[in-house]
């Protein structure tokens, strides 16, 4: 009876209920919008279409930006970047917390101590200002931005890893394993990690949506990709100034960040919800007897 | 049934009792149960299926019906019904619960609420999680008087009878500082608190250590004499009800297959069931093969047709498929049960037990040796200097209650534990403490089995990998070879090749106890360290795994080191005992002269509170 690994189980479960459904619906077309966008936009996003600011024409679905750009042109080929940015950032900050948290956990300890610490310190400075503070000493690179969004994940996802590996790693098929002399890096690998599938699923879909933030927020303070090249966030920033003449400048890239935000909010949230029905028999009887028992006395 | 012990307070003055809350003497029983039906509503994946049907029966004011099934049987459903309730996902189907004649099930949810506590009382399997653990122990129970209209200078004596003979400390004291003994008491002294008239124990007495058990059963007992008060006592623990019940019920998948007064009914089962289940009780008396019962109870929705239990029962003949037998009454005192075949099976009685005698190995070096074992956490010694042997192909018992240290020692042999003093040496080899120090072969050759089998499974691999992790990490054999050696594995302990691509969520508990020694064998291991390999499971259950494990022993010439808090089990599965109290070795020996003529007191009080069927009615 060959079974469907857990994140395969999980996510068709997530997609079957009407919040899944909906939620990857809204981020897919999101995804779709910023994958086939360059390839569909009538400008190319450095040609001088119409006036700065000119209201929407035939010429210029959207309007133009502030300087006479085709809006349109500019927003479908400003996402790609910033969704790979944030893609490539998640998948880094979660692969190094995840390690980190599972290892802190499993070896316990000083290990223990030193990694957790570590994780304070950083947790301590704000996701942003942690970011600026890297960019504003190192120049806008897109590499730096990456690395440094997911630098900022890491002692997130390694605290909720820690977490949830704790539990695993005290149960009695990690002991037999252990008992058996096999190193803990195996062990980590083969028990430890596809017990957490679930929570790093979840994990990657709260932090894409932060990064995805973190990035465009970047760009809007003018540390993310320079002019004149087209992300959302620096769209944001160069047209707000137009916002009453033609608001699409500004609308635009904003409604696509925030449709993407909320489309893989709720899409995770449906994944949480699958997992906790998948890969464990219905919860002991003693917790509902426990209840009654409170009710009857 | 026993002596109440003399430390017990069960004798509460008489003039306590209202004048109208006496008992009835007309006769009507104080609870009566008809035709109760509990199901699982129909839904569009399948039809109505009945979790429990045509249960019937009455107690009378002061007695104690006990009501025994295993997992799956039915027996919490039913209980909550007594208190008006269902679990999610099921409905009253039908029947009726009379309470003095009333019928609990057609009151309102309102009418129902101050119905329990008052009239119906309930006391849970664990009372740590049935108290509220920021509160203090006086506040709970003041706030049980306050709404139940009690008065609250009756809350000391409540306390002395429920065996807290000073209430002072208790009181002021949060849940989790009281033992779990203490803690049952209180969750007794708030049931009995406004006089029910009723009383449902679910398996209060599970987790506690037999000292404990014994005299909570004593009290529990003495109040219901007391009080007159009604009390259904529902357990998986035959010996337990024998000790307590004055009547028995047997659930099998939601039917009652057999009833009777305790003394009857546990010397002379009419039932195929409760004889099987009886046969695979240990008992303190003598050894005797367990025997236990293949197959599994049917889900409900998927009862075979005619009798439930005719798929396991070695009496079935071609009239059980036809329909679902009548209770066939055995005797003239109202016992009764489920089979058309009673009469012929009650006669069968007396010889239900084969007798074994264990045959003693020769005496042979020992293959462990503990000696001056010492285990502290911060500064708290757990182990204080423990000495033990065991010897080739002997089966070596730890015998101690929960806190003794005995799985502690268990670690420590296997190395899960490191913190230890003193040494343990293993085929005339020092053991280094921790697993890391040992080689490749001392870890082979000691294998463990862990108590749970819930947790001892990874749940995201197969049972052939769970079983092949050992074989590869110890030799490098090719695919095939391991594939052979996994089937092996599963045949010896009784499964299907077939098994191997399962996962665990797919096994019920005594098949993964299974995998889990096929693990442990898989190496060729030649000591198996088992920590309380059966208390998770039932006793059917317990019984085969057992008599597995004899054979498994007697095959390939194991040394076992059996830790359990079960001293008939010890009886049946051990040459040598070792019983172990707050960290020392308290008494040593051969099990025939231990459990015979024990030497020391504690060992002889804790035989003294093992409950037993002998002891019925």
Redesign the interface.
């Known amino acids: 009876?060959?079974?469907r690994p857990?994140a395969i189980a999980v996510l068709g479960r997530a997609v079957r209920t009407p919040r899944g459904a909906v939620g990857l619906v809204i981020a897919g077309l999101v995804i779709l919008v910023a994958a086939i966008g360059p390839a569909v936009a009538p400008y190319s996003t450095t040609e001088f279409v119409t006036a700065p600011f000119a209201r929407a024409s035939s010429a210029a679905w959207l309007g133009g930006d502030v300087l006479g750009r085709d809006v349109l042109s500019r927003t479908l080929n400003g996402g790609w970047e910033l969704l790979a940015m944030a893609a490539v950032a998640t998948a880094l900050g979660v692969v190094v917390g995840a390690v980190l948290g599972v290892a802190a956990a499993y070896y316990g300890r000083w290990w223990d101590s030193i990694i957790m610490r570590a994780v304070d310190v950083i947790l301590a400075f704000p996701q942003l200002v942690f970011a600026l503070l890297l960019v504003s000493i190192l120049g806008p690179k897109i590499w730096l931005i990456v690395l440094a969004v997911a630098i900022s994940h890491a002692p997130q996802v390694a605290r909720v890893a820690r977490a949830a590996a704790l539990d695993i790693s005290e149960?009695?098929?990690v002991?037999?394993?252990?008992?058996?002399?096999?190193p803990g890096r195996r062990i980590i690998r083969?028990?430890v990690l596809?017990?957490l599938?679930s929570v790093l699923m979840v994990e990657i879909g709260l932090r894409l949506t932060y990064s995805m933030l973190v990035i465009a927020g970047l760009s809007f303070l003018g540390f993310g990709l320079q002019p004149p090249s087209a992300s959302w966030g620096l769209m944001i920033n160069e047209n707000r100034v137009g916002l009453i003449a033609e608001p699409w400048g500004v609308l635009m890239p904003a409604i696509l960040i925030a449709l993407f935000t909320i489309g893989v909010n709720t899409f995770t949230d449906s994944v949480a919800r699958a997992s906790l029905g998948v890969?464990?028999?219905a919860t002991e009887?003693?917790a509902?007897?426990?209840l009654?028992?409170?009710?009857?006395? | 049934m026993a002596a109440p012990s003399e430390n017990i307070p069960v004798a509460a003055p008489a003039e306590h009792i209202p004048a109208a809350k006496r008992p009835a003497e007309d006769g009507t029983p104080r609870l009566a149960v008809e035709n109760l039906r509990i199901v699982m509503p129909a839904s569009r994946r399948r039809p109505e299926a009945d979790v429990v049907d045509q249960v019937s029966f009455t107690v009378q004011p002061g007695h104690v019906l006990g009501l025994v099934g295993e997992s799956g049987s039915g027996k919490t459903t039913v209980a909550l019904a007594l208190l008006g309730l269902v679990k999610r996902g099921l409905a009253i189907g039908g029947g009726k619960v009379l309470i003095d004649g009333r019928d609990i099930l057609a009151l309102s949810e309102h009418e129902l609420q101050k119905l329990r506590g008052r009239t119906v009382a309930y006391v849970p399997q664990d009372p740590g999680s049935a108290l509220n653990p920021v509160l203090k122990v006086g506040t709970q129970l003041r706030e049980v008087f306050a709404i139940h209209g009690g008065d609250a200078e009756r809350l000391t004596q409540v306390m002395a009878e429920a065996g807290l003979e000073d209430p002072g400390p208790i009181l002021a004291s949060y849940p989790h500082q009281l033992s779990g003994g203490q803690q049952q008491r209180v969750a007794l002294a708030m049931a009995f608190a406004c006089r029910p008239r009723l009383i449902v124990l679910d398996e209060p007495t599970t987790g506690l250590d037999v000292t404990t058990q014994r005299r909570v059963l004593d009290t529990v007992r003495g109040l219901c004499r007391t009080y007159q008060v009604a009390a259904v006592y529902i357990s998986h623990d035959l010996a337990v009800v024998a000790e307590i019940a004055d009547h028995v019920a047997v659930l099998y998948s939601g039917r009652l297959i057999e009833i009777g007064a305790a003394s009857e009914l546990f010397s002379h089962p009419a039932h195929p069931y409760t004889r099987g289940l009886m046969r695979a009780v240990p008992s303190m008396e003598s050894s005797h093969e367990l025997l236990g019962m293949a197959g599994s109870p049917p889900r409900p929705g998927n009862r075979p047709a005619g009798c439930s239990f005719r798929p396991r029962c070695e009496f079935a003949v071609a009239e059980c498929e036809l329909r679902e037998p009548a209770a066939v009454a055995v005797s003239d005192t109202g016992h009764a049960a489920k089979c058309v075949r009673a009469l012929e099976v009650i006669a069968l009685s007396g010889t239900a037990l084969l007798a074994r005698d264990r045959a003693v190995p020769p005496a042979a070096e020992p293959v462990l040796t503990i000696s001056g074992v010492s285990v502290s956490y911060t500064n708290k010694p757990v182990l204080r200097d423990v000495n033990l042997d065991v010897g080739a192909k002997k089966s070596v018992a730890i015998v101690g209650m929960s806190g003794s240290g005995k799985t502690t020692l268990a670690r420590c042999v296997v190395g899960l534990h490191r913190d230890w003093t003193g040494t343990i040496t293993f085929d005339g080899a020092q053991l280094p403490p921790g697993v890391r120090g040992r080689t490749q072969d001392q870890l082979r050759k000691i294998q463990f089995v862990a108590q749970n089998p819930y947790s001892s499974l990874n749940p995201r691999q197969t049972i052939g990998q769970i079983i092949g992790n050992p074989l590869t990490h110890f030799s490098k054999v090719p695919a095939r070879e391991r594939d052979k050696r996994i089937g092996d594995a599963l045949t010896s302990v009784a499964l299907r090749e077939s098994f191997a691509a399962r996962y665990p969520d797919e096994l019920s508990g005594g098949e993964r106890q299974r995998v889990a020694l096929a693990r442990a064998l898989v190496v060729d291991p030649e000591l198996l360290v088992c920590d309380e390999i059966t208390s998770a499971l039932d006793v059917s259950v317990q019984a085969a795994i057992v008599e597995l494990l004899l054979r498994l022993q007697a095959e390939r010439g194991l040394s076992l080191l059996f830790i359990t808090h079960n001293l008939p089990l010890v009886r049946s599965i051990a040459d040598d005992v070792t019983v172990i109290s707050a960290g020392q070795v308290c008494e040593r020996g051969p099990v025939t002269q231990v459990l015979t003529a024990p030497q020391q007191p504690y060992t002889q009080q804790l035989i003294a509170d093992v409950p037993g069927l002998e002891h019925a009615g």
């Open positions: 009876m060959a079974r857990e149960r009695d098929f002991k037999a394993m252990q008992i058996l002399g096999i083969k028990d596809p017990n599938t890969g464990g028999r009887p003693d509902e007897l426990a009654v028992a409170r009710e009857v006395t």
